[in-house]
């Protein structure tokens, strides 16, 4: 069946450093690509997607291309901030808009 | 517009009692999910309702029952709670009517089974 396996963490960063987090999938068919965040004591919410191959998905500073030769969606930003201290969630979704996640990775930035 | 809320916040069972948990979205979404959140295992699917009328099993579905009292709400019931359920719940709902699809996201429920 269809997986997602994402690195393991915790990441611990100072602020402004740069972030990758490594996300690798198998699927069947052709899915769509998703990284969700969790703030501390709060559910999951939609950080940013990509739907076909080369689409490069993008929303507060954080970037993420589909990769389908690699079968991967790292998770970038330039300069992290304490605020993006969180659980990040890679995720695919098939045609039956179910969604698979990865393990999830937390992420730790010091000031 | 609240969005997907969930009660209770927080629930400790004994080992056998039961309980429902409660999840309502006012998006008018056809689509409603709910996963559990277990430490180094992400989110995995329990139940989900594609449609008001219609549920499935996802991965992890037993211990579990649903059901799709009307389009705003979907219920989850631990019919006999075992300490292997301690997790967090998360229900979800999205529209259901496009593809890709963003999932809207509950609080979540911690439950703790003794």
């Known amino acids: 069946g269809d997986s997602v396996t994402q690195m393991e963490g915790p990441v611990t960063l100072s602020e402004e450093a740069f972030l990758t987090i490594n996300c690798t999938y198998t699927?069947?068919?052709?899915?769509?690509l998703f990284w969700y965040v969790q703030y501390p004591g709060e559910g999951l919410q939609l950080l940013l997607k990509?739907?076909?191959?080369?689409d490069k998905g993008s929303n507060k500073g954080f970037e993420a291309t589909y990769r389908k030769e690699t079968t991967s969606f790292h998770l970038e930003k330039g300069s992290v901030q304490v605020s993006d201290s969180a659980v990040y969630f890679c995720?695919?979704?098939?045609?039956?808009?179910?969604?698979?996640f990865g393990a999830g990775t937390i992420l730790r930035v010091k000031s | 517009n609240a969005g997907v809320t969930q009660t209770p916040k927080f629930q400790v069972l004994k080992t056998g009692q039961s309980m429902t948990l409660q999840c309502a979205q006012d998006?008018?979404?056809?689509?409603m999910y709910w996963y559990r959140q277990d430490p180094g295992m992400g989110l995995r699917l329990i139940y989900y309702s594609a449609s008001e009328g219609t549920t499935d099993k996802g991965e992890v579905p037993n211990g579990y029952n649903v059901s799709r009292l009307n389009k705003r709400e979907f219920s989850l019931r631990l019919e006999s709670a075992a300490p292997s359920q301690t997790s967090v719940y998360f229900c979800a709902s999205q529209s259901g009517t496009v593809f890709p699809d963003t999932q809207y996201f509950g609080p979540g429920t911690r439950l703790t089974v003794l």
């Open positions: 699927a069947t068919g052709y899915p769509s």
């Open positions: 998006m008018n979404h056809n689509s």
């Open positions: 990509a739907t076909k191959a080369d």
């Open positions: 995720a695919l979704s098939d045609w039956g808009n179910k969604l698979v």
